[in-house]
Nanobody, 122 residues
Framework: VQLQASGGGLVQAGGSLRLSCAAS????????MAWFRQAPGEEREFVCA????????DYADSVKGRFTISRENAKKTVYLQMNSLKPEDTAVYYC????????????????WGQGTLVTVSS
């Protein structure tokens, strides 16, 4: 499975961005997908996840109510809609995939994409 993230950029606080992650590979469309982020000098942290069917989602408390994860399995693409962005959301955002939704937020996912930088100015 290969993952290609895109959509990062510079935005002012309160603004919005949408990240995309395109997956390739025979089974990629059925895998759970997640977004993680790593701020400068910080550990990588879980942001949100979505099950293979799209029927279940999970969010870190810090982004609940502001971020929305979704997927289009026909396109093997996952999206992260980020609204009401804050300077503390500044980070490199990584998409990840794993066969198991139940552990994708707590165990290192099997597959990682390259990061895309999101910078939120105050």
């Amino acid at each position: 499975v290969q993952l290609q993230a895109s959509g990062g950029g510079l935005v002012q606080a309160g603004g919005s961005l949408r990240l995309s992650c395109a997956a390739s590979g025979r089974t990629a469309g059925n895998y759970a997908m997640a977004w993680f982020r790593q701020a400068p000098g910080e550990e990588r942290e879980f942001v949100c996840a979505i099950s293979g069917s799209g029927g279940s989602t999970d969010y870190a408390d810090s982004v609940k109510g502001r971020f929305t994860i979704s997927r289009e399995n026909a396109k093997k693409t996952v999206y992260l809609q980020m609204n009401s962005l804050k300077p503390e959301d500044t980070a490199v955002y990584y998409c990840a995939a794993d066969p198991l939704y139940q552990t994708i937020s707590t165990m290192p996912p099997a597959y990682w994409g390259q990061g895309t930088l999101v910078t939120v100015s105050s």
